[in-house]
């Protein structure tokens, strides 16, 4: 065991996972090494609890049948996050969040049948074969936000990529009572740590780590659905019911 933890915090560190900031918030400050040259290091033996924590929520849902809905506004992950939803079978949202996503289903729901339909007439009157979305920039704008979405349910956990961009997804599961992974770097707010139930401290500006940790997640999820009677498995990636 020991040396297995030794082997993952050697891999942290090759992704720079431990550089914090040079001045982290006063709540973050318990997940920090010390400092070098004013820089805070993250304690890694600290995130790699973390991650363990997030990897047993995660297998409990797959288990159980249910999912959780990714979070990502910045675009140098979005490639990322795509393939691993792909792999996973799961929801994604990589542009903006829209607010009253979780809180406000009914008008949700009801604004992606509109973009849905709105698509599907993809010929005009005059047999133009353009989509509508190169004449409304806004619509392709809106619709890119639900592209990633497989569900209408509530998802049974966030997981969330920048915590700090994304303020308002994290406000609304909290007010639902839905648990939230997320990474978290040392200049995140007091008030957005105090809300996410499974921080991941680490350097949330590494591309290398968070390729890693979505890598991380996709086994997680995989081996969880490895579980299921081979009637239940997941065939491909397709929209649920």
Known sequence: MYNSSLL???????????????????DFQGYLYGFRNEM????????????????????????????????????????????MAKRTNQSYINHKWIGGFLTNRKHIKNVQKHFQNFSAHSEFQDGSTSSPFDFFPHFRKMQKCFE??????????????NANKNSMAILEANQ???????????????????????????????????????????KTVILSQSAWPLSQKPLSRGRRP
């Not at 993952?8 to 040079?22: D, E, F, M, P, W």
């Not at 639902?176 to 997320?182: K, T």
């Not at 770097?185 to 680490?202: A, C, E, F, G, H």
């Open 8 to 26: 993952v915090i050697q891999k942290l560190l090759s992704t720079n996972a431990y550089l914090g900031h040079r001045i982290p918030t006063s």
């Open 40 to 83: 805070a290091i993250i304690n890694l033996e600290k995130t790699l609890i973390c991650l363990r924590r997030a990897c047993n929520l995660i297998e409990s849902i797959i288990r159980a049948k249910g999912h959780f809905l990714l979070v990502n506004t910045d675009p140098e992950y979005n490639k990322i996050v795509q393939q």
């Open 148 to 161: 990633g979405v497989m569900t209408h349910d509530i998802p049974d956990c966030l997981v969330i990529i």
């Open 176 to 218: 639902l009572q839905i648990p939230i992974v997320s990474l978290v770097d040392s200049n995140i707010s007091n008030r957005l740590q105090k809300l996410i139930t499974y921080p991941i401290p680490v350097n949330d500006d590494s591309i290398q780590f968070v390729y890693l940790f979505c890598n991380l997640i996709t």
